[in-house]
Every structure is written in structure tokens, then in C-alpha cells.
Nanobody
């Protein structure tokens, strides 16, 4: 079964940067909108950013200007460049296809702390 695998998380100080990666083993990566989500303990998973099949992007208001979603069609990889990180960005980050959800991956933990 095709899997989503997120990576690139870690511990970073406020103001720092991280780039998350999303790998999908299936064949339909380029057919659908891809999105990043995040979840903190006790809260529902929330949408962070999305990139359409054609490359149009949209970002949650609180991350706009700091986060940038992108993808590499040839590699079937998605990315989330996160700059100027804040403590409130601490969460487990996931990727998926919002129009045709796949089984969720394990996510990647991002911790922003001094």
C-alpha cells in the first residue's frame, strides 16, 4: 500500500528554520492537491498549507510569509520550508492529499523552544 512519509522535523530555537519533506510511494502524487497539516496534543489536526496540481499555493494566515509549500513532481516529493519559527508552531506535522485522503503517515515532530 502506498505510504506517506514525513521527515525533517527537529528541535529549533525561536526564529530558526526547518524544511520538512513528504515522500509518497504511490503513483498519483502529481494528480492531486497536496497539503501539510499539524497537530498538537489534545487538539484536532489543522490545515497549514496546500499546493494544487498546477502549483498554486495557499497558506494558513498565521504562517503566511513564514512558511512556503512546494513540490518536486519528478521526485514525487513535497516540502514545507518553515522560517521565523515560533513556539506556537510546535506540533507534529503531516502531509496528505485533502481531496483523496490517504492513510496518515507517522508525521514529523517540530519543537520550537529555547
Amino acid at each position: 500500500q502506498a505510504q506517506l512519509v514525513e521527515s525533517g522535523g527537529g528541535l529549533v530555537q525561536p526564529g530558526g528554520s526547518l524544511e520538512l519533506s513528504c515522500a509518497y510511494s504511490g503513483s498519483s502524487f502529481n494528480m492531486f492537491t497536496m497539503a501539510w497539516y499539524r497537530q498538537t496534543p489534545g487538539n484536532q489536526r489543522e490545515w497549514v498549507a496546500s499546493i494544487s496540481r498546477g502549483g498554486s499555493t495557499n497558506h494558513k494566515d498565521v504562517v503566511r510569509g513564514r512558511f512556503t509549500i512546494s513540490k518536486d513532481k519528478a521526485k514525487k516529493m513535497g516540502y514545507l520550508q518553515m522560517n521565523s519559527l515560533k513556539a506556537e508552531d510546535t506540533a507534529v506535522y503531516y502531509c496528505n492529499f485533502p481531496d483523496t485522503l490517504r492513510p496518515w503517515g507517522q508525521g514529523t515532530q517540530v519543537t520550537v523552544s529555547s
